[in-house]
């Protein structure tokens, strides 16, 4: 393995602080959601950044390299699009999945990973997958988790090691989550990172959170606090990371907060530290060997375990034994929320048709309730408002009437007629 590229002091681009981001003093790279750009029509401010010399890593969010299903041929190449587009050093995704094909659900959120051989096994080949199809380097992130799976077999640092050793894959190390996980599921970050293979260390994600209820929730919508940076020092003590990205996807702050959390990760990571041995070149090491061999039944294995989780999550079905139903109902509530937003940013509109944020979010959670998605972000916005027309809601006729036109100019039909709506939504309460 080859030295990784030194990449310098990052922020996340993202479109709401694309003027902020080029008034930047001394930025060096920016990371870009690969999902959220088009490699023919890339965002003005990208191109100007890179003409100032700043470099861009596209950060896929879809892939689910940690499903039980190999990776899709037609996202790995829209990923590596996106690569060669940007001139883009690496890409990074991450250690998560996203969607099950049995039953067929999205979560629309990326989820943990069980720490099991089954799910370590299919996810070294899936990575070896997309290494293969992919024109750059890949690194993988270390994810936030609200639970924990039963019968879980492995740490968190055994889990990176192997994989590393298994793979050669480069890691993206993500500081905010290993205190999220400190919280959750009681995991030291300094254990961690005295364990796992610093050399395949690709760059680094420091983002902020807040604790609700005693779970720590990695909003990248709060300012990096304290405990944070105190992990980020921590890795700075063992080594000097080729990379530190700040992340902040909402709420977004005034230009001199940003400026000044850039700096701080700047003075953290002035402190000295040795750069580490590259990783020796050559095949799979011993682990790879004992491991090497069908992963079909481990597929099985994992995806019936994922599936299981994910239905519940999305769905309403029971939670699978071993899980902690109250922690499956706060992840459960997370994706719903999140979906909201997403869903409110495509179609804003429907937000102020309801009355405002709060009534909003209250209808929408009603509907995630036992409705998953299916088909993206836009689909879910007119099932959303199509489920309110079937109950004759809003309740106000004039926002109702809004609601039918704004529905039918982007169904490309009528909205269901009212004897329809009824037979809908019998239907619905049968099922």
Not at 405 to 427: E, H, I, K, N, Q
Request: with cysteine; proline share 9%; glycine share 10%.
């Amino acid at each position: 393995m080859e030295p990784m590229a030194h990449l310098g002091v990052g922020i996340g681009w993202r479109p709401e602080i694309a003027e902020a981001v080029e008034r930047l003093p001394d930025l060096d790279w920016v990371e870009v959601v690969a999902e959220n750009i088009c490699p023919g029509h890339l965002p003005a401010s990208l191109l100007r950044l890179r003409e100032r010399g700043v470099r861009v890593v596209p950060h896929g969010v879809s892939l689910g390299l940690g499903g039980a299903d190999r990776p899709d041929a037609e996202r790995l190449a829209a990923l590596g699009e996106r690569a060669v587009a940007l001139g883009a050093p690496l890409v990074s995704e991450h250690i998560a999945f996203v969607r099950t094909s049995s039953p067929e659900l999205e979560a629309g959120h990326l989820l943990p990973v069980p720490r099991t051989r089954d799910a370590l096994d299919v996810l070294c080949e899936n990575v070896r997958i997309a290494q293969d199809a992919l024109p750059v380097p890949l690194a993988l992130e270390n994810i936030a988790a609200l639970l924990r799976y039963p019968g879980e077999e492995l740490t968190e640092a055994q889990f990176l090691t192997e994989l590393v050793e298994r793979t050669g894959v480069r890691l993206l190390i993500d500081v905010a989550n290993l205190h999220t996980n400190r919280v959750n599921r009681g995991e030291d970050p300094a254990a961690v990172l005295d364990a796992i293979p610093l050399e395949a260390l690709a760059y680094v994600h420091v983002a902020g959170g807040v604790q609700r209820g005693g779970v720590w929730h990695d909003t990248h919508a709060h300012p990096v606090p304290p405990v944070v940076w105190e992990v980020l020092a921590e890795l700075r003590r063992r080594v000097d990371p080729p990379g530190v990205l700040l992340e902040r996807d909402d709420d977004f702050p005034p230009d001199a907060e940003l400026a000044a959390e850039l700096s701080r990760i700047r003075a953290v990571s002035a402190g000295g530290a040795p750069l580490p041995a590259p990783l020796p070149r050559g095949g799979p090491g011993p682990a790879a060997a004992e491991r090497a061999g069908d992963t079909g039944a481990a597929r099985v294995r994992v995806g019936l375990e994922q599936g299981a989780l994910l239905s519940a999550l999305v769905a309403g079905t029971p939670v699978p034994e071993g899980f902690d139903g109250r922690r499956v109902r706060v992840q459960s509530r997370a994706l719903a929320a999140k979906r909201a937003g997403v869903v409110a940013r495509l179609a804003p509109e429907l937000r102020e048709i309801l009355g405002g944020e709060e009534a909003y979010l209250e209808a929408f959670l009603g509907y995630a309730r036992h409705r998953p998605m299916t088909a993206g972000y836009r689909r879910d916005a007119l099932n959303f408002a199509e489920h309110l027309l079937i109950r004759d809601l809003p309740a106000d006729p004039a926002a109702r009437r809004r609601l039918t036109t704004w529905w039918r100019d982007r169904s490309g039909a009528r909205p269901p007629r009212r004897v329809v709506r009824w037979a809908r939504a019998l239907a619905g309460r049968a099922a």
